[in-house]
């Protein structure tokens, strides 16, 4: 994390972290309207998923279903009476955008090959341990929720998180810090007493044999 008294020794604010532009002010809270407007929808739609009994595809399904049926009741009477057509806008996916998401997705997936990479062939004992604490959590995590409920969690917990992060900055700065310093002394302590022990007693059965 480097000696800043910041997390990962930034000098950037969370705002610019996070993109500085829509998807950050709606993270961060600072358009509260379209912040609770998600929060309001997200709720009203696990409730339906969990009291209705249906399940993401059927509800889906559903809602297309109806959605192309009025769709195409509204054309066809419009063209009997002389009427304007459903006001919809053309839709097409331009060979640009494609080429973006597909850069975009390209280069995360070529970063998490590299990552996985190093960690199977043990170049990086780091990240070997980041990841298996955060597979482990979320093993435990799926574990007691459903898949629904897990999005929603994760939904609130991202609108929440942050925000709440950026208003109390420097206390959970200092807090987290101090911890991290901690592990990574016991971590020390743990490489030098067992890793090595067990690398010495290799090394004695090499000679040995």
Partial sequence: MGSSDKLFNRQTSLHQILGG???????????KDV?????????????????????????????????????????????ILNRPAPPLPHLYLSEEMVNEAACFIRSHINMLLSVSEDIALGKDTNMFVKVSGGLMLVAVIGGLADFLTLGYTSLVIVLTVPALYEKYEDQVDAYVLMAYRKLWQLYHKFDAVCVSKVQRLSLEKKKLS
């Fill in 35 to 79: 912040t609770v407007g998600i929060l309001v929808v997200t709720l009203f739609a696990w409730v339906v998923f969990e009291r209705s009994g249906y399940t993401l595809l059927s509800l889906v399904s559903s809602v297309f279903f109806l959605l192309f049926t009025i769709l195409f009741i509204w054309a066809k009477s419009a063209e």
């Fill in 21 to 31: 532009g829509f998807v950050a002010d709606v993270v961060l809270w600072r358009r």
